[in-house]
T-cell receptor, first 110, second 116 residues
Framework: DAKTTQPTSMDCAEGRAANLPCNHS???????VYWYRQIHSQGPQYIIH???NNETNEMASLIITEDRKSSTLILPHATLRDTAVYYC???????????FGTGTRLKVLA | NAGVTQTPKFQVLKTGQSMTLQCAQD?????MYWYRQDPGMGLRLIYY???????DKGEVPNGYNVSRLNKREFSLRLESAAPSQTSVYFC???????????????FGNGTRLTVT
């Protein structure tokens, strides 16, 4: 199963773009990259996912490198409410074992 | 829409007691999951159910049993609670797991369990 590596923590100034990296060098050709976030102690919330192309929705943008070995989640204008733990996961094809790591703790500073 | 509903929200048990955590989803999803999250840690998969009538072990299944009662409901049972099982338990569902590539997980708000 492909593994992901994320920085433990990051800070971002309010109103600036938050760029959260994720390495997944062993990703296989048909594995999607999913991003979730967990605000305080609530249940994780789905943000966005992608396979090869860059994706954008109302919450964020996802940039996946051409070799698919890494990706970046972009929150274009971070607010204090975006302070959360962000998880990058690769649901392994052919199984149902969605495995979450420890994620990146993003702190948005006023 | 309720989404994924977990009961109870909070529970305190004594060592050796048993209890069942309930989870129900109203999105007609096929797959359901139980995770635990210890303080300051990431989520760890306990058990999952790919479809009604099937269950399988995740990363940390020891000390737990599950039942996929029907398509909507997936329960987690602690037969003899231990302090090491103090955690927040999250239930999740997805339309289809495995090779479905457009199937995000939807989570409940968790059950906070303390075992003394």
């Amino acid at each position: 199963d492909a593994k992901t590596t994320q920085p433990t923590s990051m800070d971002c100034a309010e109103g600036r773009a938050a760029n959260l990296p994720c390495n997944h060098s062993t990703i296989s050709g048909n594995e999607y990259v999913y991003w979730y976030r967990q605000i305080h102690s609530q249940g994780p919330q789905y943000i966005i996912h992608g396979l090869k192309n860059n994706e954008t929705n109302e919450m964020a943008s996802l940039i996946i490198t051409e070799d698919r070995k890494s990706s970046t989640l972009i929150l274009p204008h971070a607010t204090l409410r975006d302070t959360a733990v962000y998880y990058c996961i690769l649901p392994p094809s052919g199984t149902y074992k969605y495995i979450f790591g420890t994620g990146t703790r993003l702190k948005v500073l006023a | 829409n309720a989404g994924v509903t977990q009961t109870p929200k909070f529970q305190v048990l004594k060592t050796g007691q048993s209890m069942t955590l309930q989870c129900a989803q109203d999105m007609n999803h096929n797959s359901m999951y139980w995770y635990r999250q210890d303080p300051g840690m990431g989520l760890r998969l306990i058990y999952y159910s790919a479809s009604e009538g099937t269950t399988d072990k995740g990363e940390v299944p020891n000390g737990y049993n599950v039942s996929r009662l029907n398509k909507r409901e997936f329960s987690l049972r602690l037969e003899s609670a231990a302090p090491s099982q103090t955690s927040v338990y999250f239930c999740a569902s997805s339309e289809v797991g495995g090779s479905s590539y457009n199937s995000p997980l939807h989570f409940g708000n968790g059950t906070r369990l303390t075992v003394t």
